[in-house]
C-alpha cells in the first residue's frame, strides 16, 4: 500500500481544513488508517483512527469533538475533517495503514505503511 496525504495550509485559528490520504492497491479496505502529526523535535503522535468498515473510529483526546475522521473505500482514500483549530494543532500529518492493527490503533509501531505528510499551519 502506497499513501499519499494532501490537503494541509496554512489557516487561522477556528477555521477548518479537510486531509486527505489517497491509498493505491486493492487491499485498501483491509486496512485500518491512522492519522497521527509531528511537530519538530516532538514523537509523532496519535490523532485519530479508523476501522476497515469505518464502524469503529478513534480521537486523541485533544482533539475529540472538533475533527472526524472518515474513509471511502470505493475511493480508497481517508479522511480528516479538521474543525475549529488551534494553533497547538499546528504539525506535519500524517496518515498510516496497516492491516493487522487492534486495540493499539493509538501507536505509531502498529502501522507498516505511511505517507509523505502533510503540513498544516495554525495561526493565532
Known amino acids: 500500500v502506497q499513501l499519499q496525504a494532501s490537503g494541509g495550509g496554512l489557516v487561522q485559528a477556528g477555521g477548518s481544513l479537510r486531509l486527505s490520504c489517497a491509498a493505491s492497491g486493492r487491499t485498501f479496505s483491509k486496512h485500518f488508517m491512522g492519522w497521527f502529526r509531528q511537530t519538530p523535535g516532538k514523537e509523532r503522535e496519535f490523532v485519530s483512527a479508523i476501522n476497515w468498515s469505518g464502524g469503529r473510529t478513534y480521537y486523541a483526546d485533544s482533539v475529540k469533538g472538533r475533527f472526524t475522521i472518515s474513509r471511502d473505500n470505493a475511493k480508497n482514500t481517508v479522511y480528516l475533517q479538521m474543525n475549529s483549530l488551534k494553533p497547538e494543532d499546528t504539525a506535519v500529518y500524517f496518515c498510516?495503514?496497516?492491516?493487522?492493527?487492534?486495540?493499539?490503533?493509538?501507536?505509531?509501531?502498529?502501522?507498516?505503511?505511511w505517507g509523505q505528510g502533510t503540513l498544516v499551519t495554525v495561526s493565532s
Open positions: 498510516a495503514a496497516d492491516p493487522g492493527v487492534t486495540s493499539r490503533y493509538f501507536m505509531v509501531s502498529s502501522y507498516d505503511y
